[in-house]
């Protein structure tokens, strides 16, 4: 006859179950112990952890039992669940009567005795399976809830509430806290700031326990292992010398612990800590338990901090196509009609807010061009141009001295930023009574001027400039230039991205290709207007870049002289 163990309302996991009656059914081992005692005159007995007799037509809900005390020549077979120094769950009880009184023989005797051993062997192998398999129920209940979890995509706090909380229900523990390392600006895990381990969920724990500052073990010996993969079961913590803080353990009533890493895809992102106020000695299927809860429970916090991450970018996506939107209205979507000067512009930003600016506005009776650069990408760089833009335009309507316009932008940019803001600048005015193009520079880019000579060769000159970028020194003095434009001349402004294209080899489309660019152009059609010529410049650097990704914000203003 086989002995019958199954779950019949109990309440322990592994180690945890205290007594034979959590893993007992109809009584058949106490049953087959009484049929033995029948055959063999000999006393033979299963008793659970208390040493009171287990009656072999109780049934699974009673908690009765005769209570009887072991003679001190009686033979006790222990039931032990959790390997050698596990918990005793009962026992095995072979009586004292001699072989003679029995009326049954030594060797009998003998073999009354291995029976016994061998009932309490097979009482424990089939607890501890029982054991193992309640903890593989329980992890497949944990691992659903969290899974569920996972797809419904649920809120980081949410989801360690709900992974604390199923631990400690599935390994039947008293108290425990999650543990996440820091984010980083990408809301990665900080795998190298181990030591700022901050606390996430906790259950059972008082408030003294959870503001402390000393960690758990000496020099996070026991965080720094569960990072690395280990399961890290302590049987008593009262006597771990790793521990730091032993009275504060006895005070919080704690006695054993298990911890895991949360580990996804190979990278740590927290521990788990569970504790148990009576001594417990854990087992391997309760280790594997604890590192599956972590793992899982990892995988679902990665998939709520992407989750998160991806509405905060798809927020910020969202306020990047308004400012680019708001950048774009600032740039002139029509120029100007200027007599005896035509004008084109093309701006090509390589992120969704640029750096690079243009404008043509009337400044009076005159022509104002406006071409800059500001330091960086993206939203500041965008803010700084605008700011960039208002303030030269503002100056400029007050003077047609560009040496002072510059150096009044200048003084605004550097009052008003940091030593890590500045812009580059090419401001031109045009004057259509005497064709006289004026010009300063603050730190750009020189023009270049184009001359068809009476051959019909082009030949070209940078228009020269000086002083220094906008916003980096105060006091700086500008110097503005000045000469006639003769009709179909070009001066062609730019900026530095337009130099700054790759190919697939690494290298830079640079100035002398621009200006061949701007050159066979002309030489391709002399008469060609402002428009044209742009776009054939451009033609000319998408051929050089092919597929390879823009670099930089391009800009490009043409002006022809007519």
């Not at 903890?135 to 691992?143: A, P, Q, S, T, Y």
């Not at 916090?301 to 509405?311: D, N, S, T, Y």
Request: glycine letters at 10%; hydrophobic letters at 40%.
């Amino acid at each position: 006859m086989s002995p019958h163990f199954g779950v019949s309302g109990a309440t322990g996991t592994g180690a945890s179950g205290g007594s034979l009656r959590d893993y007992w059914t109809d009584g058949s081992v106490a049953r087959l112990c009484a049929t033995l005692s029948e055959l063999t005159g000999v006393r033979i007995e299963l008793r659970d952890e208390r040493g009171i007799v287990l009656d072999p037509d109780q049934s699974a809900e009673f908690f009765g039992g005769r209570i009887e005390p072991i003679d001190s020549s009686a033979t006790v077979f222990p039931v032990r669940i959790g390997g050698d120094n596990g918990t005793v769950i009962g026992s095995v009880v072979i009586g004292s009567e001699r072989g003679e009184d029995a009326g049954i023989g030594v060797e009998t005797n003998v073999l009354i005795h291995q029976l016994g051993e061998l009932i309490s062997t097979m009482a424990k192998e089939m607890c501890t399976d029982l054991s193992e398999l309640r903890v593989r129920v329980k992890e497949i209940e944990v691992l659903y809830r969290l899974n569920a979890l996972l797809v419904a995509g649920g809120r980081v706090n949410e989801t360690l509430e709900l992974a604390l909380d199923s631990a400690l229900d599935a390994l039947n523990l008293d108290a425990g806290a999650i543990m996440l390392l820091p984010e980083d600006s990408e809301g990665l895990s900080r795998t190298d700031m181990e030591d700022e381990l901050e606390r996430s969920a906790s259950v059972g724990l008082s408030k003294e326990w959870l503001s402390s500052p000393l960690p758990l073990s000496e020099g996070r010996e026991i965080d720094r292992a569960s990072l690395d993969g280990k399961v890290i079961m302590i049987q008593d913590l009262h006597s771990d010398e790793r521990i730091l803080a032993s009275d504060q353990v006895i005070r919080e009533g704690l006695k054993s612990f298990i911890g895991a890493g949360m580990v996804f895809d190979g990278r740590p992102i927290g521990v788990i800590r569970l504790y148990s106020r009576t001594e417990r000695v854990f087992t391997g299927a309760e280790s594997r338990l604890i590192r599956s809860i972590g793992q899982s429970a990892a995988m679902a916090v990665e998939q709520a901090r992407l989750i998160k991450m991806k509405a905060r970018e798809r927020r910020t996506q969202r306020s990047l196509k308004i400012a680019a939107t708001v950048q774009k209205r600032m740039m002139p979507d029509r120029l100007p009609t200027v007599e005896n000067l035509d004008i084109a512009a093309r701006f090509r930003p390589s992120f969704q807010i640029a750096g690079d600016f243009y404008d043509v506005f009337e400044v009076r009776d005159k022509i104002g061009i406006m071409l800059g650069d500001v330091v960086g990408k993206g939203i500041v760089a965008g803010l700084l141009m605008s700011a960039v833009r208002a303030t030269l335009r503002a100056y400029a309507e007050l003077s047609d001295d560009l040496s002072k316009v510059m150096e009044r932008t200048n003084e605004a940019i550097h009052r008003d930023t940091t030593v890590a803001e500045f812009a580059t600048i090419w401001y031109g005015l045009f004057d259509p009574e005497t064709n006289e193009l004026s010009w300063v520079t603050a730190g750009h880019e020189p023009a270049v001027l184009l001359t068809q000579s009476d051959d019909g060769k082009w030949s070209y000159e940078m228009l020269k400039g000086e002083g220094l970028v906008a916003g980096v020194q105060d006091n700086e003095e500008y110097v503005m230039e000045r000469m006639v434009l003769s009709p179909g001349q070009v001066v062609i402004a730019y900026t530095d991205g337009m130099m700054d294209a790759v190919d697939f080899d690494g290298e830079r489309f640079g100035r002398p290709r621009l200006i061949k660019a701007m050159l066979d152009s002309l030489e391709e059609s002399p008469e060609a207007d402002a428009e044209w010529i742009t776009e054939r410049i451009f033609w000319h650097l998408r051929q050089f870049r092919g597929l390879q990704k823009q670099a930089d914000d391009e800009t490009l203003v043409v002006m022809r002289a007519r």
